[in-house]
Protein backbone atom coordinates (compact mmCIF):
# COMPACT_ATOMS: atom_id res chain seq x y z
CA UNK A 1 0.00 0.00 0.00
CA UNK A 2 1.00 3.74 -0.27
CA UNK A 3 1.63 4.20 3.34
CA UNK A 4 2.54 1.40 4.03
CA UNK A 5 6.59 1.62 4.19
CA UNK A 6 6.71 4.63 6.04
CA UNK A 7 2.87 6.20 7.30
CA UNK A 8 2.23 3.29 9.68
CA UNK A 9 5.64 3.06 10.97
CA UNK A 10 5.31 6.96 12.29
CA UNK A 11 1.85 6.64 13.05
CA UNK A 12 2.83 3.44 15.36
CA UNK A 13 -0.19 1.80 13.69
CA UNK A 14 -0.77 -2.07 14.19
CA UNK A 15 -3.57 -2.10 11.79
CA UNK A 16 -4.95 -0.41 8.78
CA UNK A 17 -5.36 3.09 9.64
CA UNK A 18 -9.68 3.79 9.66
CA UNK A 19 -11.84 7.23 8.19
CA UNK A 20 -14.77 7.54 9.51
CA UNK A 21 -14.79 4.66 10.93
CA UNK A 22 -13.93 2.49 7.26
CA UNK A 23 -10.66 0.78 7.07
CA UNK A 24 -8.15 1.92 4.89
CA UNK A 25 -6.93 -1.23 3.07
CA UNK A 26 -5.07 -1.60 -0.59
CA UNK A 27 -8.45 -2.45 -1.96
CA UNK A 28 -10.19 0.44 -1.00
CA UNK A 29 -7.46 2.79 -2.01
CA UNK A 30 -7.72 1.11 -5.50
CA UNK A 31 -11.64 0.96 -5.74
CA UNK A 32 -11.51 4.67 -5.03
CA UNK A 33 -8.41 5.53 -7.66
CA UNK A 34 -10.27 3.41 -10.36
CA UNK A 35 -13.81 5.34 -9.79
CA UNK A 36 -11.96 8.12 -10.76
CA UNK A 37 -9.99 6.14 -13.78
CA UNK A 38 -12.93 5.31 -15.17
CA UNK A 39 -15.52 7.98 -14.87
CA UNK A 40 -13.38 9.80 -17.99
CA UNK A 41 -13.77 13.17 -16.02
CA UNK A 42 -9.91 13.40 -16.53
CA UNK A 43 -7.34 12.99 -18.93
CA UNK A 44 -3.92 13.32 -19.88
CA UNK A 45 -3.31 16.45 -21.96
CA UNK A 46 -1.64 15.79 -25.30
CA UNK A 47 1.25 17.98 -24.66
CA UNK A 48 2.93 17.55 -21.27
CA UNK A 49 4.07 20.93 -21.20
CA UNK A 50 0.38 22.24 -21.34
CA UNK A 51 -0.30 21.13 -18.12
CA UNK A 52 1.61 23.69 -16.20
CA UNK A 53 0.26 26.70 -19.07
CA UNK A 54 -0.15 30.04 -16.91
CA UNK A 55 -3.14 30.22 -19.29
CA UNK A 56 -4.45 27.14 -19.44
CA UNK A 57 -5.20 26.49 -14.86
CA UNK A 58 -8.22 23.93 -14.62
CA UNK A 59 -7.40 22.03 -17.53
CA UNK A 60 -8.39 18.46 -17.84
CA UNK A 61 -5.56 16.63 -16.26
CA UNK A 62 -6.12 18.41 -12.65
CA UNK A 63 -7.84 17.09 -10.35
CA UNK A 64 -7.22 19.10 -7.22
CA UNK A 65 -5.92 22.40 -7.38
CA UNK A 66 -5.14 25.05 -5.57
CA UNK A 67 -6.67 28.53 -6.78
CA UNK A 68 -4.28 31.84 -6.33
CA UNK A 69 -5.36 35.46 -7.74
CA UNK A 70 -4.13 38.43 -8.03
CA UNK A 71 -7.08 40.57 -7.21
CA UNK A 72 -6.35 41.21 -3.34
CA UNK A 73 -3.58 43.44 -4.32
CA UNK A 74 -2.05 42.59 -1.13
CA UNK A 75 1.52 44.06 -0.03
CA UNK A 76 1.22 42.96 3.80
CA UNK A 77 4.52 41.78 4.29
CA UNK A 78 3.60 40.95 7.87
CA UNK A 79 0.84 38.82 7.06
CA UNK A 80 2.02 36.87 3.73
CA UNK A 81 0.14 33.53 5.15
CA UNK A 82 -3.27 35.99 4.25
CA UNK A 83 -2.55 36.30 0.73
CA UNK A 84 -4.42 35.04 -2.25
CA UNK A 85 -1.89 35.20 -5.07
CA UNK A 86 0.94 32.58 -5.15
CA UNK A 87 4.57 33.82 -3.66
CA UNK A 88 6.19 30.66 -4.07
CA UNK A 89 6.53 31.15 -7.65
CA UNK A 90 9.32 34.55 -7.02
CA UNK A 91 11.09 31.66 -4.90
CA UNK A 92 12.18 28.77 -8.00
CA UNK A 93 13.65 32.34 -10.01
CA UNK A 94 17.01 32.96 -10.85
CA UNK A 95 17.98 36.68 -9.02
CA UNK A 96 18.22 39.77 -11.44
CA UNK A 97 18.34 37.50 -15.01
CA UNK A 98 19.38 38.88 -17.72
CA UNK A 99 17.56 38.65 -20.10
CA UNK A 100 14.50 38.73 -18.31
CA UNK A 101 11.56 39.79 -21.25
CA UNK A 102 9.64 36.31 -20.21
CA UNK A 103 10.49 35.71 -17.33
CA UNK A 104 10.45 37.70 -14.25
CA UNK A 105 13.63 38.10 -11.52
CA UNK A 106 13.43 35.96 -8.83
CA UNK A 107 15.09 34.24 -5.58
CA UNK A 108 16.81 31.34 -6.85
CA UNK A 109 16.02 28.97 -3.86
CA UNK A 110 14.41 25.30 -4.49
CA UNK A 111 16.92 24.94 -7.32
CA UNK A 112 17.37 21.19 -8.60
CA UNK A 113 19.73 18.82 -8.06
CA UNK A 114 22.13 17.41 -10.69
CA UNK A 115 20.83 13.86 -10.00
CA UNK A 116 17.07 14.96 -11.34
CA UNK A 117 18.45 16.42 -14.28
CA UNK A 118 20.52 13.52 -15.01
CA UNK A 119 17.05 11.49 -14.34
CA UNK A 120 15.74 12.02 -17.64
CA UNK A 121 16.25 9.48 -20.07
CA UNK A 122 17.54 10.94 -23.70
CA UNK A 123 14.52 10.74 -25.32
CA UNK A 124 12.68 12.53 -22.54
CA UNK A 125 12.80 16.29 -23.90
CA UNK A 126 9.58 17.27 -23.39
CA UNK A 127 9.30 16.59 -19.71
CA UNK A 128 12.75 17.75 -19.29
CA UNK A 129 12.30 21.00 -20.68
CA UNK A 130 8.83 21.75 -19.72
CA UNK A 131 10.29 20.87 -16.05
CA UNK A 132 14.29 22.26 -15.92
CA UNK A 133 15.68 25.65 -16.47
CA UNK A 134 19.07 25.99 -17.51
CA UNK A 135 20.13 29.86 -16.38
CA UNK A 136 23.74 28.82 -17.42
CA UNK A 137 22.75 28.22 -20.58
CA UNK A 138 19.43 29.84 -21.70
CA UNK A 139 20.26 33.29 -19.54
CA UNK A 140 23.60 35.92 -20.41
CA UNK A 141 23.94 36.37 -16.46
CA UNK A 142 22.35 35.85 -13.69
CA UNK A 143 23.32 36.40 -9.73
CA UNK A 144 24.71 32.85 -8.17
CA UNK A 145 23.16 31.97 -4.73
CA UNK A 146 23.40 29.68 -2.30
CA UNK A 147 23.35 26.08 -3.39
CA UNK A 148 23.32 26.93 -6.98
CA UNK A 149 23.37 24.56 -9.10
CA UNK A 150 22.40 26.78 -12.50
CA UNK A 151 19.27 24.73 -12.88
CA UNK A 152 15.21 25.91 -12.14
CA UNK A 153 12.30 25.20 -12.02
CA UNK A 154 10.13 25.61 -15.32
CA UNK A 155 7.05 24.63 -14.08
CA UNK A 156 6.24 27.66 -12.05
CA UNK A 157 9.20 30.18 -12.94
CA UNK A 158 6.98 33.45 -12.85
CA UNK A 159 6.28 34.73 -16.36
CA UNK A 160 6.62 38.41 -16.93
CA UNK A 161 2.82 38.50 -19.32
CA UNK A 162 1.34 37.51 -15.63
CA UNK A 163 3.42 40.13 -13.32
CA UNK A 164 0.93 41.49 -11.15
CA UNK A 165 0.35 45.32 -11.25
CA UNK A 166 -0.95 46.24 -7.89
CA UNK A 167 0.46 45.46 -4.30
CA UNK A 168 3.69 43.74 -4.36
CA UNK A 169 4.04 41.95 -6.94
CA UNK A 170 6.49 38.83 -5.03
CA UNK A 171 2.68 38.14 -3.25
CA UNK A 172 0.49 38.32 -5.88
CA UNK A 173 0.84 35.96 -8.57
CA UNK A 174 -2.04 34.20 -9.91
CA UNK A 175 -0.45 30.95 -10.57
CA UNK A 176 -2.54 28.21 -9.51
CA UNK A 177 -0.44 24.82 -7.75
CA UNK A 178 -1.39 21.54 -9.12
CA UNK A 179 -1.97 19.53 -6.40
CA UNK A 180 -2.85 15.67 -7.73
CA UNK A 181 -3.43 15.29 -11.79
CA UNK A 182 -4.39 12.44 -13.66
CA UNK A 183 -1.22 11.22 -14.28
CA UNK A 184 -0.82 10.85 -10.38
CA UNK A 185 -3.66 8.68 -10.49
CA UNK A 186 -2.49 6.15 -13.18
CA UNK A 187 0.98 5.67 -11.48
CA UNK A 188 -0.25 5.61 -7.94
CA UNK A 189 -2.97 2.35 -9.55
CA UNK A 190 -0.09 1.11 -11.14
CA UNK A 191 1.83 0.59 -8.22
CA UNK A 192 -0.63 -0.40 -6.20
CA UNK A 193 -1.65 -3.19 -8.31
CA UNK A 194 1.40 -4.50 -9.86
CA UNK A 195 1.77 -7.48 -8.32
CA UNK A 196 -1.88 -8.92 -8.38
CA UNK A 197 -2.73 -7.13 -11.88
CA UNK A 198 0.74 -6.60 -13.89
CA UNK A 199 -0.76 -5.95 -17.17
CA UNK A 200 -3.54 -3.32 -15.70
CA UNK A 201 -0.33 -1.77 -14.13
CA UNK A 202 1.95 -1.77 -17.51
CA UNK A 203 -1.27 -0.21 -19.48
CA UNK A 204 -1.70 2.51 -16.82
CA UNK A 205 1.91 3.14 -16.82
CA UNK A 206 2.85 3.41 -20.44
CA UNK A 207 -0.13 5.84 -20.83
CA UNK A 208 1.87 8.02 -18.75
CA UNK A 209 5.09 7.48 -20.11
CA UNK A 210 4.58 7.35 -24.27
CA UNK A 211 2.24 10.70 -23.65
CA UNK A 212 6.05 12.08 -23.04
CA UNK A 213 8.06 10.26 -25.74
CA UNK A 214 5.78 8.75 -27.38
CA UNK A 215 4.40 5.06 -28.22
CA UNK A 216 8.56 3.18 -28.86
CA UNK A 217 9.22 4.15 -25.51
CA UNK A 218 6.56 2.08 -24.09
CA UNK A 219 7.97 -1.32 -21.61
CA UNK A 220 6.51 -4.34 -21.84
CA UNK A 221 6.96 -5.04 -18.66
CA UNK A 222 7.86 -3.02 -15.54
CA UNK A 223 8.84 -3.19 -12.00
CA UNK A 224 8.51 -1.10 -8.94
CA UNK A 225 11.47 0.76 -9.87
CA UNK A 226 10.39 1.91 -13.04
CA UNK A 227 7.39 3.13 -11.59
CA UNK A 228 9.51 5.44 -9.06
CA UNK A 229 11.62 6.59 -11.80
CA UNK A 230 8.57 7.39 -13.89
CA UNK A 231 7.24 9.04 -11.22
CA UNK A 232 10.41 10.89 -10.79
CA UNK A 233 10.52 12.64 -13.90
CA UNK A 234 7.08 13.13 -14.36
CA UNK A 235 6.06 14.84 -11.52
CA UNK A 236 9.38 16.57 -11.20
CA UNK A 237 9.83 19.89 -9.19
CA UNK A 238 6.09 19.27 -7.78
CA UNK A 239 6.69 18.53 -4.25
CA UNK A 240 5.81 14.66 -4.22
CA UNK A 241 9.68 12.70 -4.55
CA UNK A 242 10.36 13.51 -0.78
CA UNK A 243 6.58 11.00 -0.12
CA UNK A 244 7.57 8.81 -2.72
CA UNK A 245 10.53 7.70 -1.09
CA UNK A 246 9.78 7.47 2.55
CA UNK A 247 6.78 5.12 1.27
CA UNK A 248 9.71 2.68 0.52
CA UNK A 249 10.63 2.77 4.05
CA UNK A 250 13.18 4.76 5.96
CA UNK A 251 16.71 2.98 4.35
CA UNK A 252 15.71 3.43 0.95
CA UNK A 253 15.04 7.04 1.20
CA UNK A 254 18.29 7.82 3.10
CA UNK A 255 20.08 5.91 0.34
CA UNK A 256 18.27 7.90 -2.37
CA UNK A 257 18.15 11.62 -0.48
CA UNK A 258 21.78 11.39 0.07
CA UNK A 259 23.05 10.83 -2.98
CA UNK A 260 21.40 13.42 -4.73
CA UNK A 261 23.40 15.36 -3.29
CA UNK A 262 26.33 14.51 -4.95
CA UNK A 263 28.12 16.92 -7.57
CA UNK A 264 29.93 16.90 -10.31
CA UNK A 265 33.30 17.15 -10.40
CA UNK A 266 34.98 21.18 -10.69
CA UNK A 267 31.73 22.67 -9.32
CA UNK A 268 32.60 26.05 -7.99
CA UNK A 269 30.35 25.48 -5.04
CA UNK A 270 30.89 22.31 -3.27
CA UNK A 271 31.09 23.43 0.01
CA UNK A 272 27.37 24.31 -0.25
CA UNK A 273 26.59 20.90 -0.56
CA UNK A 274 28.50 19.53 2.35
CA UNK A 275 26.20 17.65 5.28
CA UNK A 276 22.87 17.56 4.02
CA UNK A 277 22.05 13.55 5.16
CA UNK A 278 18.91 12.11 5.99
CA UNK A 279 18.42 11.55 9.47
CA UNK A 280 16.16 8.18 9.91
CA UNK A 281 15.99 8.68 13.61
CA UNK A 282 13.56 11.89 12.77
CA UNK A 283 12.35 10.43 9.69
CA UNK A 284 13.58 13.46 7.46
CA UNK A 285 11.19 15.44 9.46
CA UNK A 286 10.75 18.28 11.36
CA UNK A 287 9.64 18.03 14.96
CA UNK A 288 5.63 18.16 15.14
CA UNK A 289 4.49 20.58 17.54
CA UNK A 290 2.82 18.94 20.68
CA UNK A 291 -0.26 21.02 20.48
CA UNK A 292 -1.07 19.16 17.27
CA UNK A 293 0.01 15.70 18.23
CA UNK A 294 -2.55 15.99 21.49
CA UNK A 295 -5.18 17.06 18.88
CA UNK A 296 -4.80 13.90 16.71
CA UNK A 297 -7.18 11.13 17.20
CA UNK A 298 -6.53 8.96 20.19
CA UNK A 299 -3.82 6.43 20.41
CA UNK A 300 -2.71 7.87 16.66
CA UNK A 301 0.73 9.71 17.80
CA UNK A 302 0.99 8.52 21.45
CA UNK A 303 4.24 7.81 21.30
CA UNK A 304 5.56 11.29 20.74
CA UNK A 305 3.32 13.24 22.95
CA UNK A 306 5.12 15.15 25.72
CA UNK A 307 4.80 15.26 28.85
CA UNK A 308 2.13 18.34 30.13
CA UNK A 309 4.33 20.71 31.83
Not at 103 to 121: C, I, K, R
Not at 159 to 171: D, K, N, V
Not at 173 to 180: C, E, F, R
Not at 195 to 209: G, H, K
Request: proline residues 5%; contains cysteine.
Amino acid sequence: MLYEGFAKPVLGATGNLKANGTEITRQYIVDGLQTIITSQRYRLLDNYADVFAWDNENNAESIFEWQYSEKSFWGDWGNIWGVDGNFSVIFVRPRNPQPDSVYSAGWSFSVPTWSLVNEFESEDTDRKNATIFNADEQLNSYTKSYQNTGYFNHKYMPRTAFFPIQGSSELNWPKNYIDMRYADVLLMTAELILDQNPSQALEYFNEVRTRAMGDAAAKSSINLDDIYHERRVEFACEGHRKWDLLRRGLDYAKQKIDASWDIPANVPNADDFIGRQFVKETYGMIPIPGSEIRLANEGVLQQYVPAFK
